[in-house]
């Protein structure tokens, strides 16, 4: 028996090994270096049985070959390969699109709230994308942004009344702003104050990832057959509750004389004009209620943590940096008095100090650690020459991208000031991509930008901050995507402010 088990674990170490040795000369044949750590399975092995988040793995491999294009990595499926050289991803995120327009999900059709634009690929992706643009451009942006600032000016007396908000768990508090404003924006609740709506509590708790939900994530990404045979859904659990809120609110709308330019307008909008169509393909797709409520959702997920995770690190590096936070104060101080405390979307625009403290932050801390793309048709990258295959995965850096000398002198310092004017000169615009970048490049990115300034704005008027770190090190959560810091916190403190009016 010992025996058997004995040539049964050797022949796993061989074949173990054997691949290993299959997936280095892959990516050897093709002239591109190959990572030796877990030949076989990549960071995957790193990061079950470490306790750091899946971008900090990116990060060290990046940091070890600093003069290559890309690196090859252990894979079990299909090819993978972190790129490093931001003229290659520019060729897949935008010149080569068309190779390159895969997220690298596997979903399945019945899956209704997968049905998104985050998630789909190819033509369908296509028209989604197109079909939701007009809620994004900026003139929309303008109309909408009463909304978002009311949910800002609404959360400052919510803080007010709940002392222990102040003290500490900022990021809870500010995701509940961001919570807020989004279900304003989409439902366009007009209650007295949006935090003391039940269908705010609601919804925070269908949006809420679980461990499952990450689960399925690995699934979806390294194993998408098992999608497919056992039907696995990612999202059942708000599905009903979702669907069923934006058909009561599209029913409600679609007569009603007034236009309030927000989603509900559009979805009415959309499904008045019928099929979705493709020109090229003839591509059709159905605008139902199920298919609009998937956007919805997914503006919900995509976009309210990034947003929340971005002001809070905004505001815990204020509490970092004294002259910063001065300086910010007084321009805020300065556009108050002036507007008579009316800060509209021009006024908050025109902020050129927030513009680079929270755009620094971003680059310090984007919330969004690393994204990746599947090819679906084999193409070369340029630098380097490297032909991909269909099905390759590639690995986009953010992070790493934004800590590199090589475009940031002193990566590490938060410096606003890099930002400033002619000093931006010096900077290639092609190493920040907090959004990612191309025609993929979040959805969201204007309006989480007028979002996070908005709630900047209003609790910097009535708050300072002051950042608590607990240890020595920064920490990160254990995380697939995200980069979020875990051993600090923020507490918030009145501040008197001098009234000029
Ligand atoms: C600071 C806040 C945010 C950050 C850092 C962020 C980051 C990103 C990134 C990096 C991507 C690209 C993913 C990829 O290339 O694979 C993305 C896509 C996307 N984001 Fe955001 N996001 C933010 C806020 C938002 C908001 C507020 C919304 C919704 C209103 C949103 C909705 C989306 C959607 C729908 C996509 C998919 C776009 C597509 O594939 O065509 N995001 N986001
Ligand atoms: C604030 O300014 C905006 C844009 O200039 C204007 O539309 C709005 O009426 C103003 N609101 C108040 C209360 O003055
Ligand atoms: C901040 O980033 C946005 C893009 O996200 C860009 O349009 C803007 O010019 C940047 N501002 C500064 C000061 O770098
Ligand atoms: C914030 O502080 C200013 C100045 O003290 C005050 O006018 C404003 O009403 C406060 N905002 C809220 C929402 O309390």
């Known amino acids: 028996m010992i025996f058997q088990l004995l040539i049964v674990a050797i022949l796993v170490l061989v074949v173990v090994y054997l691949k290993g040795v299959k997936n280095e000369q892959y990516w050897r044949k093709r002239g591109v270096v190959f990572y030796q750590r877990n030949k076989v399975v990549g960071i995957a092995w790193d990061y079950i049985t470490q306790d750091r988040a899946f971008f900090e793995h990116f990060h060290d491999i ?21 790129l490093r050289d931001l003229t290659n991803i520019q060729h897949i995120t935008s010149t080569e699109f068309n190779a390159f327009n895969h997220k690298g999900f596997e979903i399945i059709e019945e899956d209704t709230l997968a049905n998104n634009i985050f998630l789909v690929n190819g033509r369908k992706w296509k028209l989604l994308r197109q079909s939701m643009s007009p809620l994004f451009t900026s003139s929309k942006l303008k109309l909408m942004y009463h909304t978002i600032d009311k949910s800002a000016r609404d959360i400052v007396p919510y803080m007010r009344s ?25 439902f366009g609740i007009s209650a007295n104050s949006i935090f003391e ?34 039907k696995i859904k990612f999202f059942s659990q708000a599905e009903k509750f979702f669907v069923g809120a934006i058909k009561n609110l599209l029913k409600s709308r679609v ?49 309210v943590h990034p947003t929340a995770t971005a002001i809070y690190n905004t505001l815990l590096l204020l509490g970092q940096h004294p002259e910063a936070l001065k300086r910010l104060h007084d321009e805020i101080d300065e556009a108050f008095d002036k507007n008579e405390g009316n800060m509209s979307f021009d006024v908050v625009a025109q902020l050129e100090y927030l513009d680079m403290v929270l755009n620094e932050s971003m680059r310090l801390y984007p919330p969004v650690g690393y994204v990746l793309r599947e090819c679906v048709s084999d193409s070369v990258l340029p630098v380097g020459n490297i032909k991909i295959e269909k099905g390759t995965t590639l690995f986009i850096p953010i992070f790493p991208v934004h800590r590199d000398e090589k475009y940031y002198p002193d990566p590490e ?10 000093n931006k000169a010096k900077l290639n615009e092609k190493a920040f991509l907090p959004f990612g970048k191309g025609n993929r490049i979040c959805i969201g990115a204007r309006y989480a930008t007028a979002q996070a300034k908005a709630g900047l704005v209003q609790l910097l008027r009535n708050f300072t901050v002051k950042t608590k770190v607990f240890g020595n090190d920064i920490k990160y959560k254990k995380d697939q995507i995200q980069v979020q810091l875990t051993n600090v916190d923020v507490e918030f403190i009145e501040r008197k402010v001098k009234c000029y009016l």
């Open 413 to 422: 310092v938060f410096d606003p000031e890099r930002l400033y004017r002619d």
């Open 197 to 230: 709506s039940p269908f705010l509590k609601i919804i925070q708790n269908v949006v809420k990832p679980t461990f499952w939900l990450g689960l399925k994530f690995v699934l979806s990404i390294n194993a998408p057959v098992l999608v497919r045979i056992f």
């Open 255 to 303: 007569n009603e004389p007034i236009k309030r330019h927000d989603f509900a307008d559009l979805c009415v909008s959309i499904q008045k004009n019928g099929m979705l169509k493709d020109e090229e393909t003839g591509l059709e797709v159905d605008p139902t209620d199920e298919l609009l409520a998937a956007q919805a959702f997914f503006f919900f997920t995509a976009g």
């Open 162 to 186: 709940n002392p222990k908000l102040m003290k500490g768990n900022a990021l809870e508090t500010v995701s509940t702003f961001c919570s807020a404003a989004m279900t304003a924006a989409v």
């Open 62 to 82: 990046y940091k070890k070959y600093p003069n290559e294009p890309a690196v090859g990595i252990g894979s079990v499926l299909k090819p993978a390969i972190l």
